[in-house]
């Protein structure tokens, strides 16, 4: 037992058996906490070697220990999965190999009745080139799908030159030639995802038409796929030139272009607020909305807020995953994140996701900073999302680009393999989707059939199992901060202000406070031992618990209940 553990359980007493708030109130998801999965890399029940939808069944148990609210669910719809789901060939089926619309159902029912919501992944912007609706639009300029999806003549004498210049978002022509019907579909990603065109209300209602059909099975909302590419500019002129190498968090900008025609169109906030209201007219539950959106924040948060109209409930704020975890970085970020999203505004805390190395990564593998990083995760104002196996600090791998199953991956695999790995990105995404972990058996108890992506070597310490049994595991800790956000009002639902007096270079320290109630945060993130002056209130909890709570250990983070002054 520890020197603190005392005053831990005290409080954890005290707030324990307070009610619980925020569950099924209107706006839960204000307050809620997201797990996503990747269904193919969960837990494979059928021994392909995949994931599936009766493994998440299986295993919901272990996301409701850990304490989290809402369950995000990458695609599992049919598809060719040529991009792993991101690629859908009918949106109102379920992958076979991921199971069936019983099983789908089954899913919704379950994760209901431990009190959880659930989150479908909406891919709106494009389908797989083997959709009916695509196949039909390409098979003629004439038939009835003819415009559902964004054609051009090309230009040239023979047509054979793309339209225009724009670019997909990851760099190269958009555009591509069809033989049968002689002219370009546009793609804002790969090939092999034409985009839809929203231009014709037929395809919007069709698209709203697939929304309606599962929130109608009881979904309780949606993560929309790059949402900011929905619509494009109708007189298709050229994007004019930028200096930009590579797109970033705040500009989709790159590949020398500025993508000023053909993402964040005015069309595309109005279309967020179309969608909300059709979402809004499923209200018992209320149901939410997060958009994988990118651009500077006057842009994306008109996804949020346009023309007086409410669009999504929030957007993904990916400076998260660029940002260095330093001091004075991460309080610039916060402020930010304060100052452009205030209340009524939720920000978003992700640090990873399937298309973005582990978080543990930048960290250096390091157990002690992954624990202070999710200590601030689930104690700033805004909705944390983990990526499933980020509660037990699954590493990235090296996966070289050649050998990647990722389409990504196969695109850039002529960039040397040193420069990748030289930023520290998965260039090659199949990094970020190894297989979860759960035990020691053979494949880390993922799968018994043949892993489709490697199982990570050190297993054996890093899987469920084991880390329930340690009680300083990085998954236990998950599970005690869980606890505490979700029982701590002023965690939830309170103001964040940053405590000046304490944040410095080496310390980011900030309050938070809600009906009368008022917490200090504190973080070290720096490798000195630190001294900080007593009176800063009682310890709740801290993340080295057998430390004085004024010595603070390198990356210690510790949680005081203060006093208000007024
Ligand atoms: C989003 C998804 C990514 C997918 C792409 C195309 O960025 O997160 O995984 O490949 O859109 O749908």
């Avoid at 400076?319 to 205030?342: D, G, I």
Wanted: glycine share 6%; proline share 6%; with cysteine.
């Amino acid at each position: 037992m520890t020197k603190y553990t005392p005053i831990i359980s005290l409080a954890l007493s005290i707030v324990f058996l307070s009610p619980t708030f925020g569950q099924g109130s209107e706006e839960w998801w204000k307050s809620t906490t997201v797990y996503q999965i990747y269904p193919r890399s969960f837990y494979d029940t059928d021994v392909d070697g995949l994931g599936d939808l009766e493994g998440i069944i299986q295993k919901l148990d272990h996301i409701k220990k850990l304490g989290f609210e809402t369950i995000w669910i990458s695609p599992f719809f049919k598809s060719p999965q040529r991009d792993f789901g991101y690629d859908i060939s009918d949106y109102q089926s379920i992958a076979p190999e991921y199971g069936d619309m019983e099983t789908c159902k089954r899913l919704i029912s379950e994760i209901h009745k431990r009190d959880m919501k659930v989150v479908f992944d909406l891919v709106m912007n494009h389908t797989s080139d083997e959709h009916d609706w695509f196949k039909e639009s390409a098979s003629s300029k004439d038939n009835p799908k003819a415009d559902w999806y964004v054609w051009k003549d090309g230009k040239g004498k023979e047509g054979k030159k793309p339209p225009n210049n724009w670019n997909a978002t990851i760099g190269g022509s958009g555009w591509h030639y069809n033989e049968v019907r002689k002219q370009f579909y546009w793609a804002s990603f790969l090939e092999f995802q034409p985009d839809l065109n929203y231009s014709n209300p037929e395809v919007k209602n069709a698209m709203l038409d697939v929304a309606r059909f599962w929130l109608g099975e009881g979904v309780d909302g949606f993560r929309l796929d790059i949402f900011n590419s929905i619509y494009e500019d109708t007189s298709f002129v050229n994007n004019p030139a930028s200096l930009r190498i590579v797109p970033s968090e705040e500009s989709p900008d790159g590949f020398f272009q500025k993508m000023k025609y053909n993402v964040n169109q005015e069309e595309s906030f109005e279309f967020a607020t179309e969608l909300r209201a059709v979402v809004d007219s499923f209200s018992n539950p209320q149901r939410f909305m997060v958009g994988e959106v990118f651009g500077d924040v006057e842009t994306t948060k008109k996804f949020c807020t346009y023309n007086g109209k409410d669009g999504l409930h929030t957007i993904f704020l990916f400076q998260t995953l660029s940002t260095p975890f330093k001091a004075r970085k991460w309080r610039k970020m916060v402020e930010e994140f304060e100052h452009n999203f205030p209340v009524p505004f939720v920000p978003t805390y992700v640090f990873s996701n399937h298309d973005r190395r582990r978080s543990i990564t930048p960290l250096g593998n390091d157990v002690r900073k992954a624990k202070l990083l999710a200590f601030f995760q689930f104690t700033a104002r805004g909705i944390p999302f983990t990526y499933y196996g980020e509660e037990l600090g699954i590493e990235k791998p090296l996966l070289p680009l050649k050998t990647g199953k990722d389409p990504l991956a196969q695109r850039y695999k002529s960039i040397p393999q040193f420069l990748v790995n030289w930023t520290g990105q998965s260039l090659n995404r199949d990094e970020c989707r190894t297989p979860m972990l759960w035990d020691t058996t053979v494949n880390a108890g993922f799968t018994s059939g043949k892993p489709w992506l490697p199982v990570a070597e050190n297993y054996n310490e890093i899987n469920v199992e084991s880390q329930n049994e340690n009680p300083e595991s990085l998954m236990n800790f998950y599970a005690q901060m869980l606890a505490f956000r979700n029982q701590i009002p002023a965690l939830k639902f309170g103001s964040l202000e940053i405590d000046e007096d304490l944040s410095n270079g080496k310390v980011f320290a900030f309050n938070r406070e809600f009906e009368g109630q008022r917490y200090l945060i504190v973080m070290n993130m720096s490798n000195r031992l630190l001294k900080l002056h007593d009176g800063l209130g009682e310890v709740v909890f801290t993340t080295h618990q057998e430390s004085d709570p004024y010595d603070f250990q390198p990356w210690e983070g510790t949680l005081f209940r203060s006093a208000i002054s007024d």
